[in-house]
């Protein structure tokens, strides 16, 4: 049996089980579970990276977005809040739309 150790989506032991296959699972403590989120983050943020078309890219997006919502509700942030935030700091500091990459800064 592959052994994963890492969070899941909610349904994937139906999916699994429903496939005719047999899952162990556990539900993380509270404590480990932001963790396990960031972990997660990383790993979908490298899929995002690593994809080869469009569909793939946007698939992988939603995963992190999905990511992103369970974080704000660990966090008892609510999107409105977040938005907020990101809107604030796009004012502040604008946001990456223009493709700018800064290679150095001289004194």
Do not use: W
């Not at 403590?29 to 690593?50: H, S």
């Amino acid at each position: 049996m592959p052994m994963y150790n890492k969070l899941v989506r909610d349904l994937i032991p139906e999916i699994i089980e429903a496939s005719g296959k047999k899952c162990v699972t556990r539900i993380v403590e509270q404590e480990e579970y932001l963790e396990e989120i960031k972990k997660k983050m990383q790993e979908e943020a490298l899929e995002f990276k690593e994809s080869a078309s469009k569909k793939e890219a946007i698939e992988e997006l939603a995963d992190i977005l999905e990511l992103v919502y369970a974080a704000i509700h660990k966090l008892d942030v609510s999107y409105e809040q977040l938005e907020q935030i990101r809107a604030q700091k796009k004012e502040q500091r604008g946001g990456f739309f223009k493709g700018i990459y800064l290679m150095k800064v001289e004194e």
